[in-house]
């Protein structure tokens, strides 16, 4: 069972904002990443550490962490970010990486 | 940028063995944190094995002591040998750069991803 908590479904209408979140208790130590994948693709990081975004990736995706809960945040999704999102940080032991189970993100 | 290549993936029976390779370009494999990640069809990714720039590996409990990561520095390659294959290890292995600093805060993620190559454990 993995030790990161996403919803397996969010959906978001077309231009609006919406929260992923992802829950763990490593997380109160560890920052997550994030990261989007399509169908047939390989995943591609969109977040890490303390909201840094790698180049190429839009202005509109931000991410946040509160006690235990990290949060990928979409401000005006787009179209284009239909997709599968995935976080990802350390186990408790700090030694092992965990994903959490990952969250179909629908745009309407 | 940096870009990674895997081969090596296929059909094999159950209890058999499998390597498979990713081959960098655009930095060394030597001086970062290479991991593998696999993911099963229609599933979730899945944590499989780091390899540190000092040779430090760990491995999912999953794998442990059935898989060996490993690299060739002169080739740049890195690798990962799959031994006593079950069914339930049939996914798509990706290989994974981690970016990992700290300034104060620490930062890490996979942020060079090869195309992935499919294992099937079948018989």
């Known amino acids: 069972s993995s030790e990161l908590t996403q919803d397996p479904t969010v959906s978001v209408a077309l231009g609006q904002t919406v929260r992923i979140t992802c829950q763990g208790d490593?997380?109160?130590?560890?920052?997550a990443s994030w990261y989007q994948q399509k169908p047939g693709q390989a995943p591609v990081l969109v977040i890490y550490?303390?909201?840094k975004r790698p180049s190429g990736i839009p202005d509109r995706f931000s991410g946040s962490r509160s006690g235990n809960t990290a949060a990928l945040i979409i401000t005006g999704a787009q179209a284009a970010d239909e997709a599968d999102y995935y976080c990802?940080?350390?186990?408790?032991?700090?030694?092992?990486?965990?994903f959490g189970g990952g969250t179909k993100l629908t745009v309407l | 940028e940096g870009q990674l290549v895997e081969s090596g993936g296929g059909l094999i029976q159950p209890g058999g063995s499998l390597r498979l390779s990713c081959a960098a370009s655009?930095?060394?494999?030597?001086?970062?944190?290479m991991n593998w990640v696999r993911q099963a069809p229609g599933k979730g990714l899945e944590w499989v094995s780091v390899?540190?720039?000092?040779?430090?590996?760990y491995y999912a409990d999953s794998v442990k002591g059935r898989f060996t990561i490993s690299r060739d520095d002169s080739k740049n390659t890195l690798f990962l040998q799959m031994n006593n294959l079950r069914p339930e290890d049939t996914a798509v292995y990706y290989c994974?750069?981690?970016?990992?600093?700290?300034?104060?805060?620490?930062?890490?993620?996979?942020?060079?991803w090869g195309q992935g190559t499919l294992v099937t454990v079948s018989s």
């Open positions: 390899l540190y720039s000092g040779a430090t590996t």
């Open positions: 990802n940080s350390r186990d408790s032991s700090g030694n092992h990486l965990v």
């Open positions: 490593s997380l109160g130590t560890y920052f």
């Open positions: 655009g930095f060394a494999v030597s001086n970062t944190y």
């Open positions: 550490g303390k909201n």
């Open positions: 994974a750069k981690e970016t990992f600093f700290c300034t104060g805060d620490c930062y890490e993620g996979f942020d060079i």
